[in-house]
């Protein structure tokens, strides 16, 4: 489900939420008014009995005595017309009597009086001559239904604010696991590629071996045989380097296992730098190592660990390739970074650009002109068959930082 079908559902549910609350309050405020009118016809009959016990005892009523019946009975008002005046009256309204008309009342009718906060129910009766018009409020009722309202409101609310979240959620749920079904897809497409280039590189490993082979026995018999030194090293030369070329196509088409133990990460990091001493010196590069103190063991694969950062400290090295400057220094420093251990490597060499950091470990991608693309993709894996990972930040015409990062601890 797209986001504006989901929206379209969630707006369509709070229209349907909202309009059975006003069901639900326009329900309990019927209930709410019919328990008024009862309550009035109940006092209504209370209230024209205690009227017959007084026209039947004698007493002068009056305004003082038709305030005792306001305060002792809970009515709002009380009122005594004789021919269409008013003769006697009392109210709890401070002197102020909530009637516009006397003409509109109608004995034996019950009347609803509107105001602002609450309703007064009014009723009227003969008594003898002389009509009493009687009225009270549902202010109780009033609350009771406002109360209603409110807590209706507040669960309505919390029911959408849930709704809300559990739609969103859903939703954001969705979309992640469609993600994560695309990164499978993808995944799955890597791999099959791999699977691909693992037999095509596996043929051509297996092509040029036998021929490698051949030039080794040749090599040894024209040395039996005196044949010419230079010859013999042009020849043996290009051998190493064809052979060089299959071992680095085995390592792609073969799967990396991994022997883990505990090891001395100084000690691997320093015999690296050892063994490209010489091409960095070749380069007029200066490499400086600094372990800041890190003397714990790591459980990793050392020669794998190893491979992985002489290929990152070579291509370190080859980056100065036609770069002119003062001071070519690779960098490699050692740090821990909570339960990581983070091996860093950076050069102030010729630098990549932002499309060439995007491809830089793409298979058989490669910046140099004699590279085969094959370097860094292998580290990747390296570093994903020892559940690392690496981390590369370039800038062109300033150098490279790559980071090589294990688990630890």
């Known amino acids: 489900m797209n986001f504006r079908k989901l929206v379209l559902v969630f707006f369509l549910d709070i229209v349907l939420v909202v309009s059975f609350f006003v069901y639900l309050v326009q329900e309990q405020q019927g209930i709410f008014r019919e328990e008024s009118k009862r309550d009035a016809q109940l006092r209504s009959v209370l209230v024209r009995q205690m009227f017959s016990h007084l026209v039947k005892s004698g007493k002068e ?5 038709l305030k005792v019946i306001v305060d002792s009975t809970n009515l709002d008002y009380v009122a005594l017309l004789g021919g ?15 009637v516009e008309s006397f003409e509109e009342i109608k004995p034996g009718r ?3 009086i509107e105001l602002p906060d609450y309703s007064i129910v009014e009723f009227s009766f003969y008594l003898d001559s002389t009509m009493v018009i009687c009225g009270f409020s549902d202010e109780p009722f009033s609350k009771l239904t406002r109360i209603t309202v409110y807590g209706m409101a507040f669960l309505v609310a919390v029911l959408l604010i849930i709704f809300g979240i559990t739609t969103f959620s859903f939703y954001f749920l969705d979309r992640k696991l469609k993600e994560r079904e695309l990164i499978l897809v993808k995944e799955e497409e890597k791999a099959k590629y791999f ?10 490993a297996h092509e040029i071996k036998n021929p490698l082979n051949s030039i080794s026995m040749a090599i040894q018999l024209a040395k039996q045989k005196g044949l010419s030194e230079d010859l013999l090293k042009i020849i043996e030369c290009e051998a190493n380097r064809l052979n060089s070329i299959v071992q680095r196509f085995s390592s ?15 000690k691997v990091v320093s015999d690296v730098i050892t063994d490209a001493k010489g091409l960095a010196t070749a380069y007029g590069v200066k490499i400086e190592f600094n372990a800041n103190g890190f003397s714990q063991k790591v459980k990793t694969d050392p020669l794998l660990l190893k491979q992985a950062l002489f290929n990152i400290i070579k291509n370190a090295i080859e980056a100065f390739e036609g770069v002119f400057r003062e001071e070519k220094v690779v960098k490699v420093n050692l740090k821990k970074e909570k339960r990581k ?4 490597i950076e050069d102030n060499g010729s ?4 499309e060439e950091v995007k491809r830089a470990f793409d298979l058989f991608y490669s910046t140099k002109s004699q590279g085969m693309g094959l370097g860094l993709s292998v580290v990747r894996r390296i570093m994903d068959a020892l559940g690392g990972e690496v ?3 370039s800038k062109k015409g300033e150098g490279t930082k790559v980071e090589l990062i294990l688990t630890h601890g």
């Open 61 to 65: 009523i009056d305004d003082s005595l």
């Open 110 to 112: 019950v009347r609803l």
């Open 341 to 344: 251990v983070v091996i860093s």
């Open 195 to 204: 699977r691909e280039l693992a037999g095509f590189s596996s043929q051509v």
């Open 351 to 354: 630098g990549m650009t932002d």
């Open 252 to 266: 792609v088409s073969k799967g990396i296992e991994t022997h883990l133990e505990e090891v001395d990460l100084t």
């Open 84 to 98: 269409g005046k008013l003769l006697h009256w009392a109210s709890k309204y401070e002197g102020f009597l909530p």
């Open 391 to 393: 981390r590369l930040v």
